[in-house]
């Protein structure tokens, strides 16, 4: 498509099989699909893109000479978001190219907007609630460990109560930056799931993997240094509840959370600023 080259990146698949290979591999925010190609006709090629998992978001345009009415309503049944007949206007294509564009911008905005905590930056309950699932799920078929941390600062209430509600959220914001700057793999997630409370998922960890992240992240928010409002600097620690899990389908994920919670408890009551686990 030489007439969107200029404005997109684009790749070319001249069969019905290598589009599915570029789409896997590339994921592309947009695919153009002929209905009439060499192997595997269009239809066929958007169900099989529908079926996968890791291309069934990707919104498909058919670009077609078939001008039956059962043919386009067709497309759109299969899940196609638009049908151009062909001979086609070049403008034409590359207005509704740049709409569904837009669309999808939108959309990847409101899905980050619902994901990604507003004060601190990182993601939120629901996204931590998602991430767990999608863990769990694969330990427990590749029957790898799966470490969870529950970090709470300690006692932001009355840091709340003595600088005030707007310097509280700065503290947040710096343990946020500092817990999400010490995570060592692209794997390792980190969310803020309510209050002052945060949360570190790590895959393929086993529990003294866990314990050293955990004295590393504690560690690393000792040593930060939170700027007060009256320009004097004050320090703040947190606590750590950590567990880890090979887990199997009879195991429940809500009672491996309550041993890692029971952890943080445990860490609170005997001093705070420590790690425990659970």
Known sequence: ????????????????????????????????????????????????????????????????????????????????VDYIVKPFNNAIVQARVRTHIKIIKQMRMIERLGLIDALT????????????????????????PLSMMIIDVDKFKVYNDTYGHPQGDVLLQAVAKTLQKSLKRPADFMARIGGEEFSVILPATDLNGALQMAEDLRANVEACRISGPDAASSSVTVSIGVSSIIPSADDLQPDFIARVDAALYEAKRTGRNRVCFS
């Open 1 to 80: 498509m030489h007439i969107l080259k200029s404005d997109y990146q684009v790749q070319v698949a001249k069969s019905g099989e290598v589009a599915l290979k570029i789409a896997n591999q590339y994921q592309p925010d947009l695919i153009l699909l002929d209905v009439l190609m060499p192997d595997l006709d269009g239809f066929e090629v958007l169900t099989r893109l529908k079926e996968s998992d890791v291309t069934r978001h990707i919104p498909v345009i058919f670009i077609t000479g078939l001008v039956n009415v059962e043919d386009e309503e067709k497309g759109f049944l299969l899940g196609a």
């Open 121 to 144: 930056d990182v993601p939120n309950r629901r996204a931590f609630d998602h991430q767990v699932d999608v863990e769990w799920s694969r330990a427990v078929r590749q029957k790898n």
